[in-house]
Structures are given as C-alpha cells and as structure tokens.
C-alpha cells in the first residue's frame, strides 16, 4: 500500500475539494504512520474545519505520541469550545478516531445542554464502544429526541451492554416502561447465545409490556422453548390466564354502565395484551408461524377462517394447556 503514498499526496495537494483532501490527509497518516506528524500538522491550522478534523484524526490514529500530543491539545480546546459547533466536531474526531482510550471528552459531551452536540457524542459512543459511556447512554435514552440515536448506539456495543441491560431488567437500576422497551428491542436485534440467555433468565418480567417485548424478542432471535424451559413457559401460561379471567370477571361486573367505559376500555385493552403474551409464548413452542397466524385470523379474519385457526389450535395444544389457553382466546 506504501506505494501509492505518491499518488495520494498529489490529490492531496491538487484536489480543491474538502471531502477528497479529507480522506487523503487520513489515508497519508495511515501510510506514513511515523512520520504523519511532518505531513498533517500543518493542516491542523486550515481555514476548512472538515479538513483540520480530517488532519485530527490522521494524527490521533497514525500518529503515534508527537501526534497525540498535537492534536490532543486541539481536541481539548474543540471540547471546551464555547460554540456548539466546535464540541459537535469535537466529538465527530473521537468517533472518527474510535480508539477507546480517547472516550474521556464524551463524558461531558454527552451531558451538553446543546442538543446536536449530544447527537454528535451518541455517535461517537457508538464507535468508541467504551463500557463507561453507558450510564450516560441510558440518560440519553431517556430523552425523545436523542432516543433513536441512543438506542443504535447502544445497539452497535453488542453483548458489551448485556450486564446493564441485566440491571435494568432486574431493577437494579432504575428506568423507565419505555427504556426498558428499547433495551429489549436492543437485545433482539443481536445474534449469540448471551443475549438469549439474558432474554431467558426475564421472561417473567413483572411488567406485562415489557414481558411481551421479551418474548418478541425471543422469537426474533429464533429462540425455541427447550425442554426445560416447558415447566417454565407452562406456569407462565397458566399466570397470564389467571389475570385474563380476572379480566374477564371484572368486566362482567362492571356492566355496560356509561360511568364505567373508560374502566371497560382499559381492561379491554389489557385483556388484549394477555392474548398477545399467551399467542407469543406458545410461538416460543410451537411453529412460530402458524400460531401467529392463528392470532391474526381470530382478531381480524372471516368467522370462517377463525374457525380453522381454533381448530388448528385445538389440535396442536396440549390437554393440560387447552383449559388455560382456549377460553382466552376465544370467547365462544
């Protein structure tokens, strides 16, 4: 590769085009490694800020202590830079660099009261992947606006987030419904025997919403129920039945009364939601498709086609889990 260090210092010095100087100022660090610090430094002073970041990086990745000590004097004065612009850039260098020995300046970035530069260090967490930007990551999730940046991130650490995610689904810290959610969605977007084995040990989860998320999650990652996770997944069954009846005679009790259809509502949309759980944990069982396809003909389909969807029902569970599972499932 060495022998092309010609050909890209020309387009280095003839290009009048920032992205292409750019990539050039990386790709000389990269090649002349020693000696990147004779080449890049002057261009830590250039009037076009995206090839002073592109000259930062060059030096922080390939330029060994000379060049850490150039440019990390320049990063430092970008973080604490008054201007939002120059933190956001800030932290683009750290993420361009990816090393996880630079991670210390996203502490603070992460914590900027300005918006776009939290969006920036989110970022930048993702490709620096350092356990202690975590906490911060989750105080992000949090925030609405800075969720969908939060939750790649947290997506691109992959099992390095597992024991916190562990944490957060056994209480020992403290989040929100909707955080819980997105780790869950976390987890089902990675692939390996951790994050199903995290998945597993909170499948009983306390709140019914996130307990279905596990269990979509699950299904997602291809986990089928193994035998001795069938007791398991039974008694789960045989919980969610349980509340479901109560649902069922708490709705009988209240009547058709005007003054209870708000209440009604809810426990009808509750009573949805026991249905939803019990049809995910018998696809961690049984063929995941045919049961879910089961689910969508009893609540959307012809009479006809929901007569076949409990008769495939009937035929497929067992005799001990009819009684829990088919009165829930069909109220006739």
């Not at 990745?61 to 201007?83: K, M």
């Not at 084995?197 to 989860?205: A, F, G, S, Y």
């Not at 809810?266 to 019990?278: F, G, N």
């Amino acid at each position: 590769l060495k022998a092309a260090l010609p050909a890209v210092e020309k387009i280095l010095t003839t290009t009048a085009e920032a992205a292409i100087a750019g990539a050039a100022l990386r790709a000389v660090a990269a090649l002349t490694e020693g000696d990147a610090i004779r080449i890049l430094a002057p261009y830590l002073d250039a009037t076009n800020a995206e090839i002073r970041t592109a000259a930062l990086v060059g030096l922080l990745r390939y330029g060994g202590i000379p060049g850490v000590l150039a440019a990390g004097e320049r990063l430092l004065a970008l973080e604490q830079a008054p201007e939002p612009a120059a933190r956001q850039r800030a932290a683009q260098v750290i993420g361009e660099v990816g090393v996880q020995q630079f991670y210390q300046p996203l502490l603070r970035l992460l914590q900027d009261p300005d918006r776009s530069v939290r969006q920036a260090a989110i970022l930048a967490a993702a490709q620096v992947r350092h356990p202690d930007l975590l906490p911060l990551l989750l105080v992000n999730l949090a925030v609405a606006a800075t969720r969908p940046a939060t939750i790649t991130a947290l997506t691109a650490y992959g099992e390095t987030m597992l024991p916190v995610v562990e944490q957060a689904l056994t209480g020992q810290i403290t989040l929100s419904q909707d955080d819980l959610l997105c780790l869950v969605q976390c987890c089902g977007q990675m692939q390996g025997e951790k994050p199903t084995l995290l998945l597993r040990q909170v499948i009983d989860h306390p709140d019914h919403s996130v307990g279905y998320a596990i269990l979509v999650a699950l299904q997602t990652v291809g986990y089928r129920a193994s035998a001795e996770d069938l007791q398991r997944l039974m008694a789960g069954l045989q919980r969610d039945a349980t509340h479901g009846l109560r649902l069922l005679l708490a709705q009988q009790a209240l009547g058709p009364a005007p003054a209870f259809t708000q209440l009604q509502q809810a426990l009808a949309d509750e009573l949805h939601l026991v249905q939803r759980r019990l049809f995910r944990r018998l696809a961690l069982r049984y063929d995941a498709q045919a049961i879910l396809r089961a689910e969508h003909q009893l609540h959307a389909a012809p009479e006809s086609a929901q007569a076949l969807a409990v008769e495939m029902l009937d035929v497929t569970l067992t005799s001990e889990e009819k009684p829990w599972v088919l009165p829930l499932l069909n109220p006739h």
